[in-house]
């Protein structure tokens, strides 16, 4: 048999066996409620399993696979894409998350209705659902190119995509929020010892560091390759900056690990650590990158860069490599699966149409909702574009959620009853007016500028005009209030 589709067996009957294990877990602790266990962990989640799950959601196949996409035309500089969402995390993890934390909330959406109001709840519910659901598909988009690289005579592109997407749904699946966070135990694991062992390698069978820089194309004008900055440009580097820093806790996947973890202290110590883990990543991913741009010129896609340098190794490096890079989209499919789900059954359903929906009904809910996003995200991974591009667009809408947690957490004095329906309103109209019908809308190539100027010009119109005071205590009402004042 095929060695390195033994490797991937292997890899896959771990992540199922972990799965199947966290339901017993989930057995255990009965007293937090069914619905709470599947889809929060039972808010347990210690500081090695939060650092697990942000790493884990970090270094996926956009960190990887769409990095190395990006180096592949642009150089060394493409990664930066991780290094930003490290100093995110870093920053979320000494001033924001550790507040978070302390509320009482259970989603992105419980939090922005609370204060901006329900229309905002509303908007921000379906923003989190097409943001999560479509990172979902990205990375089930660069594992069918991993598989296909590491098994060209076993995949197709299609039957690819397929597999993926139903391993990545059915970890969640089987047990939720613990799977997810299990699973990314042995992932965050697998990523980064493949990464290592890869580079490695490929430095050592393509002839050193000298001998692939000297294959690398000769371009009009000059392509900057080794260069930190310059071939991304420090346009694309802050756009990447700011937008990795506010959907760092702003976005549902990382919002519900903050919300499982245990305490204040644990989210705050696994943020930081998980930080420290993915920043350096991406780096590895581009350089790969660049040695495809120079020993595979011409490839049919830019997305199959990194597979097609990790194909040259001996079948045993390959396929653990590989099994790397498809364990960083599982950890990041993972979380955003989860945070799908949680939204829509918490956020819709049990909010608007069932709020004396029985715990155990949630969870089934839950699980169909898994099953249905197994199946058109399949789908919608063969229709979309560049990996990175693509996230870069949609993490835009979750702007001005972002810059209403940091007002409310911060300088609840600075805003207005007005503040938080306009910006939320505003903000995400506009991010989806030049992410969709209007791209002229767009400030220097970069959806992310326009909206973040807009939503504090929002804020500070409101300020000027709006004399009534917003009041924000009931984020802080009943038993976990209580803990959080108790903590401050």
Known sequence: MN?????????????????????????????????LNYLLAGQNLNWFLVCMMIAGLAIGGVSTVGVAENAYTRGF??????????????????????RMRKTKFFTINEFIEKTCGKAAGLITVLVQVIVNFSVFA??????????TALLPGVFTLTTAIII?????????????????????????????????????AVIHNFGGIAAIQARLPVTQPATPWTHFTRGMGMGAIMAWCFTM??????????????VSSRDSKSVKIGYIVAACIMAPAGFIAAYLGMVAAGSF???ASAKLALPAVIGTLNPWLAGFTLAGLWAADVSTASACIMGVTSMITKGIIVRYFKPDLSEHKQVVISRIIIAIAIVLAAFAALKMGGIVSTLMKLL????????????VLFAPKATRKSTGPMVMIIGVIYAALEISFLPQLV?????????????????????????????????????AGKTAKAEA
């Open 3 to 35: 060695t390195a589709l033994v490797i991937v067996i292997l890899y896959m009957a771990a992540l199922l066996f972990v799965s199947w294990y966290s339901t017993v877990l989930l057995r255990r602790q009965k007293e937090k409620g069914e619905a």
């Open 77 to 98: 500089s493409a990664g930066w894409y991780d290094l930003a969402w490290g100093m995110g995390a870093f920053l979320s993890g000494v001033f924001i998350v550790g």
């Open 138 to 147: 990205l990375q089930v988009i660069a594992g069918g190119s991993i598989l």
């Open 164 to 200: 993926s997407a139903v391993v990545f749904g059915v970890i969640s699946l089987i047990g939720g929020m613990w799977a997810a966070s299990l699973a990314n135990v042995v992932n965050v694991i697998v990523i980064l010892l493949g990464l290592t062992v890869g580079v490695i």
């Open 245 to 258: 820093f506010l959907q760092s806790f702003s976005g549902a996947a990382a919002l519900q690990t903050v």
């Open 297 to 299: 010129p011409g490839l």
């Open 396 to 407: 835009a809408m979750l702007a001005p959620m972002a810059i209403m947690i940091i007002l």
């Open 443 to 479: 400030l220097y190539k970069q959806p992310i500028y326009a909206v973040l100027i807009l939503s504090v010009v929002v804020w500070l119109i409101t300020l000027i005009f709006d004399k009534r005071p917003a009041d924000y205590s009931i984020l802080y009402t009943g038993t």
